[in-house]
């Protein structure tokens, strides 16, 4: 599976309520989570080193200057958008191969019962089901 799945998985399992599941299933969860953990905190790190050394050497300024939006004149606008819409290309270019890479994960899939509970009890739309598709 995708790198991009594991973090999207991570962090939607992390973040769903599950007291009404069965033991066997919160259990499936949790060894999921471990299982993914490394793989998304090596992932953050990642991400964390590209932002920075990307980042423009004024950005502290700039989003100050972005603050006081209403203030600027247009040629000013059109350089701080300039400036952040390169920033934020040179972080999704650097990211881009490093979410498609493949991982192997041995994890045990949910019930549909149990898939059918998280959506209805953290009120997730259909589309939420994207984000966990490796447990399914």
Do not use: H
């Not at 999207?8 to 993914?36: P, Q, T």
């Not at 890479?101 to 953290?122: A, G, P, R, T």
Request: charged share 40%; net charge negative.
């Amino acid at each position: 599976m995708k790198l991009k799945e594991i973090v999207n998985a991570y962090k939607a399992l992390g973040e769903a309520k599950v007291n009404s599941l069965e033991e066997s299933e919160i259990l499936k969860i949790v060894k999921a989570r471990k299982a993914m953990r490394s793989i998304v905190e090596d992932f953050e790190a990642f991400l964390k080193d590209v932002q920075e050394k990307f980042k423009p050497e004024n950005l502290e300024e700039l989003q100050i200057k972005a603050q006081k939006w209403s203030e600027l004149s247009d040629e000013e606008k059109m350089e701080i958008n300039k400036i952040f819409r390169q920033y934020e290309q040179a972080i999704n270019t650097a990211l881009l191969e490093e979410q498609e890479k493949e991982f192997e994960l041995n994890i045990d899939k949910l019930s549909e019962e149990s898939v059918s509970k998280l959506l209805k009890d953290n009120e997730w739309s259909i589309n939420k089901l994207d984000e966990i598709s490796i447990m399914v």
